[in-house]
């Protein structure tokens, strides 16, 4: 199981025409992703922010906030991805293949948005900019369907 989780990281840290094959990845490689994204970025915010609060539930609340609020990205991302594929090949993906990418294509462009939020709160527009076009590159590899033409 943690081998699975491992290669889906790995495959997803660059984005490529066989990260597509991705969207057909088991739920514990996504949602173990996820919560490794989770415990990263709870960790980066905890070294920048340096709670004075009681740092065991400092931990769990932020971490569970971000988990939360990185599955509603995921998902707005997910329907980006439909509309996306529905429009660039015509042939729509799946909600269940749609997910599973999303989450793949998100980690690293969510990781570098919460850095350069740190570093400014005004980069927050490069990194979602960079995060649409991480997420939109490999969909453009998809194989178009060739128009069959009718016979005369």
Same mark, same amino acid.
């Given at each position: 199981?943690?081998?699975?989780? !491992? #290669? =889906? ?13 991705? +969207? ?6 996504? @949602?173990?992703?996820? !919560?490794?994204?989770?415990? $990263?970025?709870? /960790?980066?915010? %905890? ?5 004075? =609060? ?5 931990? =769990? ?5 971000? !988990?939360? !609020?990185?599955?509603?990205? $995921? ?9 996306? #594929? ?5 042939? @729509?993906?799946?909600? +269940? ?8 294509? &998100?980690?690293?462009? &969510? $990781?570098?948005?919460? /850095? ?6 005004? %980069? ?11 997420? /939109?590159?490999?969909? &453009?590899? $998809? ?10």
């Amino acid at each position: 199981m943690l081998s699975t989780i !491992f #290669t =889906f990281l790995r495959s997803s840290l660059v984005p490529s025409k066989q990260v597509l094959r991705l +969207r057909l990845a088991p739920l514990h490689a996504y @949602m173990g992703a996820a !919560f490794i994204l989770t415990l $990263v970025i709870t /960790t980066l915010d %905890f070294l920048v922010i340096r709670p004075d =609060f009681f740092i065991p539930m400092w931990l =769990f609340l932020h971490g569970f906030a971000i !988990f939360f !609020f990185y599955l509603i990205w $995921v998902s707005i991302i997910a329907l980006f991805v439909q509309l996306f #594929t529905k429009i660039y090949s015509k042939n @729509m993906l799946p909600y +269940r293949q749609s997910w599973p990418y999303a989450v793949s294509m &998100t980690l690293v462009p &969510t $990781v570098l948005l919460v /850095t350069l939020y740190h570093i400014n709160s005004n %980069f927050i527009v490069i990194g979602l900019i960079i995060g649409l076009g991480y997420v /939109t590159y490999p969909l &453009t590899k $998809v194989p178009q369907k060739k128009q069959r033409r009718a016979s005369s």
